[in-house]
Protein backbone atom coordinates (compact mmCIF):
# COMPACT_ATOMS: atom_id res chain seq x y z
CA UNK A 1 0.00 0.00 0.00
CA UNK A 2 1.34 3.16 -0.90
CA UNK A 3 1.40 5.73 1.57
CA UNK A 4 2.58 9.52 1.25
CA UNK A 5 3.08 11.78 4.68
CA UNK A 6 3.96 15.06 4.64
CA UNK A 7 5.51 17.77 6.69
CA UNK A 8 7.43 21.46 6.90
CA UNK A 9 4.00 22.95 7.02
CA UNK A 10 3.44 25.87 10.09
CA UNK A 11 3.06 29.72 10.46
CA UNK A 12 4.57 32.18 8.95
CA UNK A 13 4.66 36.41 8.08
CA UNK A 14 4.53 37.24 4.86
CA UNK A 15 7.99 37.22 3.03
CA UNK A 16 9.03 33.90 4.73
CA UNK A 17 10.13 30.77 3.75
CA UNK A 18 8.99 27.47 4.09
CA UNK A 19 10.00 24.08 2.78
CA UNK A 20 7.30 20.78 2.34
CA UNK A 21 8.58 17.36 1.95
CA UNK A 22 6.48 14.09 0.92
CA UNK A 23 7.92 10.80 1.71
CA UNK A 24 6.34 8.24 -0.30
CA UNK A 25 6.59 4.51 1.15
CA UNK A 26 5.41 1.03 -0.44
CA UNK A 27 6.68 1.59 -3.91
CA UNK A 28 9.65 3.52 -5.56
CA UNK A 29 8.56 6.53 -6.97
CA UNK A 30 11.93 7.68 -9.22
CA UNK A 31 9.93 6.55 -12.89
CA UNK A 32 6.80 8.75 -11.52
CA UNK A 33 5.10 12.06 -11.59
CA UNK A 34 4.78 13.75 -9.02
CA UNK A 35 3.04 16.86 -7.32
CA UNK A 36 1.57 19.15 -4.89
CA UNK A 37 -1.95 21.00 -4.53
CA UNK A 38 -3.49 22.99 -2.41
CA UNK A 39 -6.91 23.95 -1.30
CA UNK A 40 -7.72 27.21 0.85
CA UNK A 41 -10.95 27.61 2.84
CA UNK A 42 -14.17 28.11 0.32
CA UNK A 43 -12.00 26.51 -2.87
CA UNK A 44 -11.26 24.12 -5.22
CA UNK A 45 -7.92 22.23 -4.79
CA UNK A 46 -5.73 23.73 -7.29
CA UNK A 47 -2.33 21.99 -9.08
CA UNK A 48 0.45 24.17 -7.54
CA UNK A 49 3.65 21.99 -8.78
CA UNK A 50 4.93 18.84 -10.65
CA UNK A 51 7.90 17.36 -11.41
CA UNK A 52 8.74 14.73 -13.99
CA UNK A 53 11.02 11.57 -13.46
CA UNK A 54 13.62 13.51 -15.60
CA UNK A 55 13.08 16.30 -13.28
CA UNK A 56 10.45 18.63 -15.47
CA UNK A 57 8.66 20.63 -13.60
CA UNK A 58 5.26 22.62 -13.85
CA UNK A 59 4.20 25.76 -11.91
CA UNK A 60 1.20 27.31 -11.47
CA UNK A 61 1.28 30.95 -12.25
CA UNK A 62 0.27 32.34 -9.27
CA UNK A 63 3.77 30.40 -7.77
CA UNK A 64 5.85 30.62 -10.59
CA UNK A 65 9.13 32.40 -9.11
CA UNK A 66 8.64 31.74 -5.69
CA UNK A 67 8.12 27.98 -5.31
CA UNK A 68 10.38 25.50 -6.65
CA UNK A 69 9.69 21.81 -6.09
CA UNK A 70 12.45 19.13 -6.25
CA UNK A 71 12.70 15.22 -5.82
CA UNK A 72 15.46 12.66 -3.75
CA UNK A 73 15.11 9.96 -5.69
CA UNK A 74 17.06 7.75 -3.19
CA UNK A 75 14.81 9.11 -0.09
CA UNK A 76 11.56 8.59 -2.06
CA UNK A 77 10.78 12.59 -1.13
CA UNK A 78 9.35 14.85 -2.82
CA UNK A 79 10.12 18.71 -2.00
CA UNK A 80 8.32 21.96 -1.99
CA UNK A 81 10.65 25.29 -1.31
CA UNK A 82 8.28 28.15 -0.98
CA UNK A 83 9.59 31.62 -1.07
CA UNK A 84 8.34 35.42 -0.88
CA UNK A 85 4.93 33.71 0.77
CA UNK A 86 1.84 35.87 0.66
CA UNK A 87 -1.13 35.99 2.48
CA UNK A 88 -2.86 34.06 -0.18
CA UNK A 89 -0.90 31.19 -0.48
CA UNK A 90 -2.61 30.34 2.63
CA UNK A 91 -4.08 26.50 2.44
CA UNK A 92 -3.70 22.97 3.24
CA UNK A 93 -0.85 21.22 1.40
CA UNK A 94 -1.22 18.01 -0.09
CA UNK A 95 0.99 15.84 -2.18
CA UNK A 96 -0.17 13.63 -4.75
CA UNK A 97 1.49 10.70 -6.70
CA UNK A 98 -1.03 10.27 -9.80
CA UNK A 99 0.22 7.19 -11.09
CA UNK A 100 -1.25 5.10 -8.08
CA UNK A 101 -3.84 7.95 -7.03
CA UNK A 102 -2.74 8.38 -3.69
CA UNK A 103 -2.70 11.62 -1.42
CA UNK A 104 -1.22 12.85 1.67
CA UNK A 105 -3.42 13.93 4.40
CA UNK A 106 -2.14 17.56 3.89
CA UNK A 107 0.44 19.93 5.77
CA UNK A 108 -1.50 23.64 6.71
CA UNK A 109 0.71 26.81 5.88
CA UNK A 110 -0.70 29.77 7.24
CA UNK A 111 0.60 32.88 5.97
CA UNK A 112 0.25 36.17 8.18
CA UNK A 113 -0.09 39.71 7.07
Known amino acids: QVQLVESGGGLVQAGGSLRLSCVVS????????MAWYRQAPGKQRELVAS???????YYADSVKGRFTISRDNAKNTVYLQMNSLKPEDTAVYYC???????WGQGTQVTVSS
Open 26 to 33: GRIFSGDV
Open 51 to 57: ISSGAST
Open 96 to 102: RYPLVDS
